[in-house]
């Protein structure tokens, strides 16, 4: 699989090639130098992009158009949180989206929870730092306990205290699903904490043996 972009005229892999299989309960970190594909391929993976060769399947899942966020969460690199809405509105999104059944405040309120988010709930984007913008994002990753999440640098404008703590909470409330997890980063800590590295070089994923990239 992989997806070429125009630039300048030229067509360029942004992913050149990338085989890859996630299964239920998998905890991937995904690693690489700055531009070497990480967010494209993670893109591919959620159906927001189209692979310009090769395809994505989700056998489990079913068909690419259903996947967002219901079965699929991304938390995107850059700030996504929708600006009118107060972090609770963002957060209950998702459940709104997927017209969940049950009590959408205590669900939204259990989950902010989860990442000390308690006193923000009522504050706009506006109003909130980096990086509660990103541990709100990543809130609204898992409110409909999506059976993948994909993390694109998630802990990026985190302190590493802050990081490692919004990793444990997320590994922990992880613990004993089948959610699998793919976390793009460039913090080791973080990739010590995944079971599989994936490693980008230059648009090719390969799977590394965790000793080898020192991880
Ligand atoms: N929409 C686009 N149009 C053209 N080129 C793109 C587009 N999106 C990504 N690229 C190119 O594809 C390559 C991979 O970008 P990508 O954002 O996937 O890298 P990354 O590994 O996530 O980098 P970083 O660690 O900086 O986030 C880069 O060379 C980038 O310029
Ligand atoms: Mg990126």
Same mark, same amino acid.
């Given at each position: 699989?992989?997806?070429?972009?125009?630039?300048?005229?030229?067509?360029?892999?942004?992913?050149?090639?990338?085989?890859?299989?996630?299964?239920?309960?998998?905890?991937?970190?995904?690693?690489?130098?700055?531009?070497?594909?990480?967010?494209?391929?993670?893109?591919?993976?959620?159906?927001?992009?189209?692979?310009?060769?090769?395809?994505?399947?989700?056998?489990?899942?079913?068909?690419?158009?259903?996947?967002?966020?219901?079965?699929?969460?991304?938390?995107?690199?850059?700030?996504?949180?929708?600006?009118?809405?107060?972090?609770? /509105? $963002?957060? =209950? *999104?998702? #459940?709104?989206?997927?017209?969940?059944? &049950?009590?959408?405040? +205590?669900?939204?309120?259990?989950?902010?929870?989860?990442?000390?988010? /308690? $006193?923000? =709930? *009522?504050? #706009?984007?506006?109003?909130?730092?980096? &990086?509660?913008?990103? +541990?709100?994002?990543?809130?609204?990753?898992?409110?409909?306990?999506?059976?993948?999440?994909?993390?694109?640098?998630?802990?990026?404008?985190?302190?590493?205290?802050?990081? +490692?703590?919004?990793?444990?909470?997320?590994?922990?409330?992880?613990?004993?699903?089948?959610?699998?997890?793919?976390?793009?980063?460039?913090?080791?800590?973080?990739?010590? +904490?995944?079971?599989?590295?994936?490693?980008?070089?230059?648009?090719?994923?390969?799977?590394?043996?965790?000793?080898?990239?020192?991880?």
């Amino acid at each position: 699989m992989g997806r070429c972009y125009p630039q300048s005229g030229v067509s360029v892999a942004a992913v050149a090639c990338a085989t890859f299989r996630l299964q239920a309960g998998d905890r991937v970190a995904l690693v690489g130098r700055s531009g070497s594909g990480k967010s494209t391929l993670l893109h591919l993976m959620a159906g927001l992009e189209v692979p310009t060769s090769g395809a994505i399947t989700w056998p489990a899942l079913g068909a690419a158009d259903t996947l967002l966020p219901e079965k699929i969460a991304l938390v995107f690199q850059s700030p996504s949180l929708l600006e009118p809405l107060t972090v609770n /509105e $963002n957060v =209950a *999104l998702p #459940l709104l989206m997927a017209n969940a059944n &049950g009590d959408i405040g +205590r669900a939204v309120a259990n989950t902010l929870a989860i990442f000390g988010l /308690e $006193n923000l =709930a *009522l504050k #706009l984007p506006e109003e909130l730092s980096g &990086g509660q913008m990103q +541990r709100v994002a990543m809130a609204r990753a898992i409110v409909g306990n999506p059976r993948v999440i994909l993390a694109d640098e998630p802990t990026g404008q985190l302190d590493q205290a802050t990081g +490692r703590a919004v990793l444990d909470a997320l590994i922990a409330h992880l613990a004993g699903t089948q959610t699998a997890l793919v976390i793009a980063t460039h913090d080791l800590a973080v990739a010590e +904490r995944m079971q599989r590295v994936w490693q980008m070089e230059q648009g090719i994923l390969i799977e590394a043996d965790k000793r080898l990239v020192g991880v």
